[in-house]
């Protein structure tokens, strides 16, 4: 079952930055900067966090991911021009 996902990053080298933003781009929706939404399921999830792992360097990064269930959802507070995606994007490729 997929769950949605807030994921935030900071990072100071500018390559891993963008690799790690690409990566979470292949998996989600960039919401601000350094926050992305992801829908995914668990294998998905542990996917991406591995394939992060590879980039990051531990001693200096850092990547939080929050899980948000059914009622952290409902209850997400929206403040100027910040919306709340109800159905996850997809995406088509033709």
């Given at each position: 079952?997929?769950?949605?996902?807030?994921?935030?990053?900071?990072?100071?080298d500018?390559?891993?930055?963008?690799?790690?933003?690409a990566?979470?781009?292949?998996?989600?929706?960039?919401?601000?900067?350094?926050?992305?939404?992801?829908?995914?399921?668990?294998?998905q999830?542990?996917?991406?966090?591995?394939?992060?792992?590879?980039?990051i360097?531990?001693?200096?990064?850092?990547?939080y991911?929050?899980?948000q269930?059914?009622?952290?959802w409902?209850?997400?507070?929206?403040h100027?021009?910040?919306?709340?995606?109800?159905?996850?994007?997809?995406?088509?490729?033709?």
């Open positions: 079952m997929a769950l949605t996902y807030v994921i935030a990053y900071d990072i100071s500018d390559h891993r930055r963008s690799r790690v933003a990566t979470l781009q292949a998996y989600g929706d960039r919401i601000q900067r350094s926050v992305f939404l992801a829908t995914v399921d668990d294998g999830l542990a996917e991406v966090r591995q394939r992060i792992d590879a980039i360097n531990p001693a200096t990064d850092s990547v991911v929050f899980r269930c059914a009622a952290c409902d209850a997400v507070g929206i100027g021009q910040a919306t709340v995606v109800d159905e996850p994007l997809c995406w088509t490729v033709f």
